[in-house]
């Protein structure tokens, strides 16, 4: 079945940059989006942007614009999303999720922003 | 971009009650492209419903979604030990894609 694998958990300090993936397997990579998700300590759902590899073109949320960056290696059926200048604020549960409606995910990877 | 508004934002029921869950958008959800999801602690969200009615693969038939344009609701007609999780709904018609704030279903 369809599987899609996070990279491991990351400790950075602020102002670096983190780049996550997510390998997905048992499906065709190019017929779906791939977005992702990240989700604070005890908080909600937020969605950071998305990949479509059909078209090779990314849409981000407005909060993230300018810091986020989602691509993906169509040889490797794997999608990456950095994220840069980081601060405390952006440890978080970084999930990636298939297609618009996000039927499959990532178990998360955590990344943790600290001095 | 759509703002999504769940409520409650805690529901406390028995197993065996019904649970309603709502979500209300700022303006009209495309194409009622609306999905709801399950997340239990230290889990992944979980897909339930998608295009606001439909179930998705392998979830039971106790859990319905339905609504269009700005309200939408989720029904667990018979709640299991199971089913007590935070659920979220999302809009995917338009860009940025966005979450309610999610509903916390407890144990009373």
């Known amino acids: 079945q369809v599987q899609l694998v996070q990279s491991g958990a990351e400790v950075k300090k602020p102002g670096s940059s983190v780049r996550v993936s997510c390998e997905v397997s048992?499906?065709?990579?190019?017929?779906?989006?791939i977005s992702w998700v990240r989700q604070a300590p005890g908080q909600g759902l937020e969605w950071m942007g998305r990949?479509?590899?059909?078209?090779?073109?990314?849409n981000y949320a407005q909060n993230f614009q300018g810091r986020v960056t989602i691509t993906a290696d169509k040889s490797t059926n794997t999608a990456y999303m950095e994220l840069s200048s980081l601060r405390s604020e952006d440890t978080a549960v970084y999930y990636c999720?298939?297609?618009?409606?996000?039927?499959?995910w990532g178990k998360g990877t955590t990344v943790t922003v600290s001095s | 971009e759509v703002v999504l508004t769940q409520s409650p934002g805690t529901l406390s029921l028995s197993p065996g009650e019904r649970a309603t869950l709502s979500c209300r958008a700022s303006?009209?959800?495309?194409?009622?492209?609306l999905a709801w999801f399950q997340q239990k602690p230290g889990q992944a969200p979980r897909l339930l419903i998608y295009?606001?009615?439909s179930r998705a693969t392998g979830i039971p038939d106790r859990f319905s979604g339905s609504g269009s344009g700005t309200d939408f609701t989720l029904t667990i007609s018979r709640l299991e030990p199971e089913d007590f999780a935070v659920y979220y709904c999302?809009?995917?018609?338009?860009?940025?894609?966005?979450f309610g704030q999610g509903t916390k279903v407890e144990i009373k």
């Open positions: 990949f479509i590899p059909i078209l090779g073109i990314a």
């Open positions: 295009g606001a009615s």
């Open positions: 048992g499906d065709t990579f190019t017929s779906y989006a």
């Open positions: 999720a298939r297609g618009a409606f996000m039927d499959v």
């Open positions: 999302q809009q995917y018609g338009s860009l940025p894609q966005t």
């Open positions: 303006q009209s959800v495309s194409s009622s492209y």
